[in-house]
């Protein structure tokens, strides 16, 4: 069966411009996170979406990351104004009971 | 602040022996871990689990042990195969009050498995 897909795979863009990373979850899972890996470092949180709840944005570092998820399915991660920080892989997952399944993830350098 | 430490980047071992993956911990509010693994350029994969509950997790060569007291968890690799080489990654799962299950990760350990 699919699994979660995300695109695109790589993403390299330059510093100040927009972009948006898309998550497409496995298909009934009502649950989808977002995280990060920047090099050397953990996954960190930034997203949470369950059902037609309000999100929990408390992982995002700055009202420059905004996501959003239509339909309760595909799920957009956008990133304003990017910066040189912003350089990171970016995961998607989505929850069924107590297990995450993992996209494999965009990885995004700003130049 | 680091909540859920790895403290080692790397572990190498010979194939057929035991690997121990390491991990610690700081928030008492943790009910349940995981390990996941992690291959080049793709995403986390499941791999074990335990709840707070138990002290021991067993899943054929995978078994994951858990002291609360010491806030340690580890995960014994029995026996070592070159295709279990990867990044192992140990999460922890809050009782927040508003399940929504988010995971908070180490850094993960470079296991590398020698033929």
């Known amino acids: 069966g699919a699994g979660v897909s995300q695109s695109p795979s790589n993403k390299v863009t330059e510093k100040g411009k927009d972009v948006e990373l898309r998550c497409d979850p496995i298909?009934?899972?009502?649950?989808l996170y977002w995280y990060r890996q920047s090099l050397g470092q953990g996954l960190e949180f930034l997203i949470y979406f369950q059902g037609n709840s309000a999100p929990d944005k408390s992982g995002l570092p700055s009202d420059r990351f905004s996501a959003e998820r239509t339909g309760g399915s595909v799920s957009t991660l956008t990133i304003q104004r990017t910066q040189q920080e912003d350089s990171a892989v970016y995961l998607c997952a989505s929850r069924s009971y107590n297990e995450q399944f993992f996209g494999p993830g965009t990885r995004l350098t700003v130049l | 602040d680091q909540q859920v430490k790895q403290n080692s980047p790397s572990l190498s071992v010979q194939e057929g022996r035991i690997s121990i993956l390491n991990c610690d911990y700081t928030n008492s509010m943790f009910d349940y871990f995981l390990w996941y693994k992690k291959y080049p350029a793709e995403g986390p994969t499941f791999l074990i689990s335990?709840?707070?509950?138990?002290d021991k997790n067993e899943d054929g060569r995978f078994t994951v042990f858990l002291n609360k007291s010491a806030k340690h968890l580890s995960l014994h690799i029995v026996p070592s195969q070159p295709g279990d080489s990867a990044v192992y990654f140990c999460?922890?799962?809050?009782?927040?009050?508003?399940?929504?299950?988010?995971?908070?990760f180490g850094k993960g350990t470079l296991l590398t498995v020698n033929p």
């Open positions: 999460a922890a799962q809050g009782n927040s009050g508003g399940s929504n299950y988010k995971l908070t």
């Open positions: 335990i709840s707070s509950i138990k």
């Open positions: 298909s009934g899972h009502t649950a």
